[in-house]
């Protein structure tokens, strides 16, 4: 039987202070008590799964035994949910990932068939080409990866070298990497454990280009799981995080595949070779789309993995004396502590606001799409975007905040903070860069910009530049609706300061697109500053929106954390509101004191915030924040299991150190 111990002291008042109902907050989270339910319903049969269990932590085992333990237990985790799945509701892509994180510890080397290769045959796929990959997928019996990036190229996809040439005579593409440069490179699962992929090429009929297209490829037999004649794979090797990932590299030696094997739902290839164009080329980019809102989600869930360690360590943890003759202190009494953790904790709920609105935009367009409506496709772009470079780059922040605020402990891998860390700021570079993913929205700022130049109606998200044209800058007041007007008018300015300057340098004889490039840094500032703009206003219209439908206690809290994110940013930002908006001295001064008030009021809140997140211990495998606040004796547990530690004199002694030793004193 396990052992039950008892919960930390400091832990236990904190839980105690706490004014509002955490199961409340949780179901709110999670999107409702039955989606609570059900995921702790499933980690709870993970829970007990033995062989789920590391005898020995991940970090001593070689790169190759990582690998191969996370293989095993990926399997039997997709056992415990088919299983799971055939009794009861098909779980939420959000409760898998989270479940996820209690089995491998860091990335699947499946992440990429849930996440990228099914999502990819349902949006690229016609009905039958689904009708034929689908259920093998979905039942795992192929598994699969996305494969789009090369060694020369991963941003400027239209430059991908890899070449799909259809030969109309056996009514087959013949794929090619001409060289070195063309060489697949990254997809997750890749290495060694996929034996599909999706294989995003280059169309050439007839000696035409036609553009890059997605490719339904076997790479592996599926019995002896060897690559194919014509195919050489491999792993690429350490990372600076994603250990189990298992990325890979792939090239193609005149390797052919069946005409059906280009998924055509937006473009076709017919036998005798004739192209047939789609609705619009980036449908093509679709799954794009689609992973870069979940990474929203993703990045409301890092940030409140790392706020949970660190608001729980903060709690336990005491260090120095606030007053002589006083005990030490709690370390999240220290008002720049608090500074540190509770803009983690807004940040996630931020984030998870802003991923509940995107999501449902995603979805509309889909819904659109397939009545061939692409009205609102360009504002979605725009907004995956430049909300997937903020939110990835801001959780990325954040969590080294949080490691930085666990102090030297927060160094150590068994906080779990860097193996966090590792994927935080991965996210901030796959599925499109960030400076890039800044400019592609930053292109349709400029365009909105000139539209509202000429008076025209602008999508929802843009509609503030045409308010910002026809009126005069509002009179400031410090409430959170006309601060987020301020944010407005900071986006609104930067993107008329970087139009201009493209004018400027289009008018003093430069090409367009040099004078892009010379006002890159002020178009990625706009980009920015529109992020938080919409940031700002939509988890703010979402907490009005759902204060209404909770209990007067929750309500006061969820008010608390939003007014401490816009405020934070207020100040963050000051300078550019000082330039963009009526704000003045003595507002930001008054902001100031406002934002350690809300510190204040947040503080008696701070653990049961972040327990409302419910990250069970097996998920967060942190020795800093347990739920029971055993931090010590955690770490020392930990420690002990370090092979160096199982023998009284390691072997190096005898070896190395003693015949030097024994020189030194010579
Ligand atoms: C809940 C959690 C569950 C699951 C987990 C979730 C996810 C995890 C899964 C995976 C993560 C792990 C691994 C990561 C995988 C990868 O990284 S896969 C590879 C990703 N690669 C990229 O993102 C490449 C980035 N580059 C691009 O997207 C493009 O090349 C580009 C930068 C957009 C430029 O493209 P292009 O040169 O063709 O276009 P432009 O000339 O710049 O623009 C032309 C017009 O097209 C419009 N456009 C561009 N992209 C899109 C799009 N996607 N949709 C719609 N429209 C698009 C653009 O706005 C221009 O329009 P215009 O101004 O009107 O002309
Ligand atoms: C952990 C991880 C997992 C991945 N998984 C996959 C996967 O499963 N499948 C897959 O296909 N790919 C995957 N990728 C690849 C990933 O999508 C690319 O690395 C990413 O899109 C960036 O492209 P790049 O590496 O070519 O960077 P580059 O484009 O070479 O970027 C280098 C620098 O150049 C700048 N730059 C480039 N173009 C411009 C521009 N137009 N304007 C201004 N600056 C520019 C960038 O801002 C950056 O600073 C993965 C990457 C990582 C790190």
Redesign the pocket.
Known sequence: MATVHKINEDLVKERQKCTFNVQELTYLLDGGEEVTKERREFENILRNVKELQDEVPEVYLSHKERYENAVRKTCILQNVRNDFEKKREVLS??NI?RAGYAVIKDVSPF??H???FVPTIIGQGTPEQQAEWLPKAKAMAIIGT?A??ELGH?????GLETTATYDAKTEEFILNSPKVTSYKW?P?GLGTTVNHCITVAQLYINGKKYGIHPFIVQIRDLETHKPLPGIKVGEIGPKMGFATANNGFLGFQNFRIPRKNMLMKNAQVLKDGTFVKGMNE?LT?GT??M?RV??V??SAFHTAMAATIAVRYAAVRHQSQLKAKEPEVQIIDYLTQQHKLFIAIATSHAFSNTYTWLYQAYLKVVEDLGKQKQDH??EL?ALSCCLKATSSRDAGVIVEQCRLACGGHGYMASSNLPIIYGYTTAAIT???EHT?LLL?TA??LM?AWMSALEGKVLAPSVAYLVDWLKSDKQRWQNTPEVIVKGFQHVAAGKIKDAFDAIQKHVKAGKDYEDAWNLASVQLIKASEAHSRAILCDGYLRETVRTSSSVSPSLAKVLNHLVQLYIVYWTLETAGDLLVYSNIGKDDIAVLKEKYEELLALIRPNAVGLVDAFDISDEILQSTLGSYDGRVYERLMEEAMKSPLNKEPVNQSFHKYLKPFIKKAKL
Do not use: A, C
């Open positions: 892509p959000r990932f992440f990429l849930n996440g990228m996305y789009q990036t991963g941003t400027f996809i239209r990254w997750g980036k980019y794009m789309v992973v979940n990474i989600s993703d496709l360009p772009h796959y599925e499109g890039v592609q292109r349709y365009k």
